[in-house]
């Protein structure tokens, strides 16, 4: 076989995640975005990522896919936000339940404008325990960090929250 055509290691795994977590991925980044052509646009971006970063093997590769696809998820929404939409809909929709209601998609939309404008550790933990409904143990144990932080995480994040109302209502006052 001539050596130009040989496949590196890294895209004959990326070419069996894909078979193997394509779907999942893609419903994950569907469910982060609302968009079917968003989706396929962030699952493509995975891909590439996991192409560029292909030197590593992570012992658990759904779960680093996962956190790959809610970068890229959240990165294309940072990419096509509109400030005064954001702020507007966060007044008016971002209520913080735990576990935020699947169901209702306003709140959803809100709550994940909110998480692409926090700290990329913040999103993590939020992901986790809001849309996945991890418990704070289940996230310090993926994360592999102390259940104390994930809490630290979660309420810096509700207090992101609580800034970002505050901040739009006294603008709303004005």
């Not at 692409?116 to 809001?130: D, E, S």
């Amino acid at each position: 076989m001539d050596a130009t055509l040989a496949e590196s290691p890294s895209s004959v795994r990326a070419r069996l995640w894909f078979r193997e977590y394509g779907y999942i991925l893609r419903q994950r980044c569907f469910a982060l975005l609302g968009n079917a052509a968003a989706a396929d646009d962030a699952l493509q971006e995975v891909f590439v990522r996991v192409l560029k970063y292909g030197d590593k093997t992570p012992d658990k590769p759904l779960a680093w896919l996962k956190r790959i696809a809610d970068r890229c998820c959240f990165d294309l929404m940072r990419a096509e936000r509109r400030q005064d939409e954001v702020q507007h809909v966060l007044l008016n929709n971002a209520q913080m339940l735990e576990p935020w209601p699947a169901h209702d998609p306003d709140n959803l939309r809100a709550v994940l404008q909110l998480l692409a404008r926090t700290k990329p550790k913040l999103q993590r933990v939020a992901v986790l325990f809001y849309f996945d409904e991890m418990t704070r143990d289940e996230i310090a144990k993926e994360l592999g960090c102390s259940t104390m932080t994930v809490k630290r995480r979660l309420a810096a994040f509700r207090r992101f929250v609580a800034r970002a109302r505050a901040a739009q209502r006294e603008k709303e006052a004005r």
